[in-house]
């Protein structure tokens, strides 16, 4: 069974940080490309920010220079660190696990369960 569970989310005040984290489990970790997607009032779905499986790594604008995405495949955990946080990053935070086999037309994607994040004074 496929699970991707994410912490780490909560009430924090504008300039503040928090760190979510998301373990998974029932597939391999290291070859799969991870993402944090937010769902946001105003926005809808957007990606925050993207970690390929050999480390590469890509932003939203709106979060670039104050989040950092980061893996650790020994613990099957992926993170981000998210500082000078302003009201607009309120949302509820989802991790995605994605991979295309080779020379397959399909590919693997899995979502967690979404962890919220509420930026206010």
């Known amino acids: 069974q496929v699970l991707l569970v994410e912490s780490g989310g909560g009430l924090v005040q504008p300039g503040g940080s928090l760190r979510l984290s998301c373990v998974g489990s029932?597939?391999?970790?290291?070859?799969?490309?991870m993402m944090w997607y937010r769902r946001t009032p105003g926005k809808g779905r957007e990606l925050v920010a993207a970690?390929?499986?050999?480390?590469?790594?890509n932003y939203a604008d709106s979060v670039k220079d104050r989040f950092t995405i980061s893996r650790d495949n020994a613990k099957n955990t992926v993170y981000l660190q998210m500082n000078s946080l302003k009201s607009e990053d309120t949302g509820v935070y989802y991790c995605?696990?994605?991979?295309?086999?080779?020379?397959?037309?399909?590919?693997?994607?899995?979502w967690g369960q979404g962890t919220q994040v509420t930026v206010s004074s």
């Open positions: 995605n696990a994605d991979m295309k086999p080779d020379n397959a037309d399909y590919r693997h994607n899995y």
């Open positions: 029932g597939f391999t970790f290291s070859t799969f490309d």
């Open positions: 970690i390929t499986s050999r480390g590469t790594t």
